[in-house]
Nanobody
């Protein structure tokens, strides 16, 4: 099965920025709409941003205008640029296929927003 490897998380102060990366070892990367999900402690994993095969981004309301998703098909990589971070953005972030996720997940990357 393919592997998903997320990176780029860390501890950042409110108002700060982070850029997450996800490398997917899958042969048909460019034919897949990808998404970033996040899981907060005690909550279910939820999709927060997605990108179509054409490169169009879609966002949930609470990240709209602050997060930007992008992809590099040559590098099998999906990015999530996160700006104006808030404490409520604290979560483990994962990438996977948009809407209908694969059965497998990566290890995720922890994002902690705190002063």
């Amino acid at each position: 099965q393919a592997q998903l490897v997320e990176s780029g998380g860390g501890l950042v102060q409110p108002g700060g920025s982070l850029r997450l990366s996800c490398v997917a070892s899958i042969s048909n990367f460019s034919n897949i709409a990808w998404a970033w999900y996040r899981e907060e402690p005690g909550s279910q994993r939820e999709e927060v941003a997605a990108i179509t095969t054409d490169g169009n981004g879609m966002y949930v309301q609470f990240v709209e205008g602050r997060f930007t998703i992008s992809r590099d098909n040559a590098r099998n990589t999906v990015y999530l640029e996160m700006n104006t971070l808030k404490p409520e953005d604290t979560a483990v972030y994962y990438c996977n296929r948009h809407a209908l996720s694969f059965d497998y997940w990566g290890q995720g990357t922890q994002v902690t927003v705190s002063s």
